[in-house]
Nanobody, 125 residues
């Protein structure tokens, strides 16, 4: 079982930037792909970005492509989400996600085995 703890959320004006972090423990972090999801009030949780175990491949939702960058530091067991050019519609609780098993890239909620507790991101207009 893996434990995930997000940090870095907050309130920012439209056009601003934030960097989210996800610290992992309890499983060999470097052996698994990881991902970010978000959930806005009244909406379903949606995929944001994912990264393979060595960081060689990344995946993004169309809504964040070109603005968000996912990365990871396997030596520190930490994953990041750099968010630039933020928009009010990016407002949501952001969740770190670990897959159900090795070789699975968490690009949809049904592939996720563990979730973090979430961190709130609020973008004001």
């Amino acid at each position: 079982q893996v434990q995930l703890v997000e940090s870095g959320g907050g309130l920012v004006q439209a056009g601003g930037s934030l960097r989210l972090s996800c610290a992992a423990s309890g499983r060999t972090f470097s052996s698994y792909a990881m991902g970010w999801f978000r959930q806005a009030p009244g909406k379903e949780r949606e995929f944001v970005a994912a990264i393979t175990w060595r960081g060689g491949n990344t995946y993004y939702a169309d809504s964040v492509k070109g603005r968000f960058t996912i990365s990871r530091d396997n030596a520190e067991n930490t994953m990041y989400l750099q968010m630039n050019s933020l928009k009010p519609e990016d407002t949501a609780v952001y969740y770190c996600a670990a897959p159900k098993g090795w070789g699975i890239v968490p690009v949809s909620a049904d592939r996720v085995g563990s979730w973090g507790q979430g961190t709130q991101v609020t973008v004001s207009s």
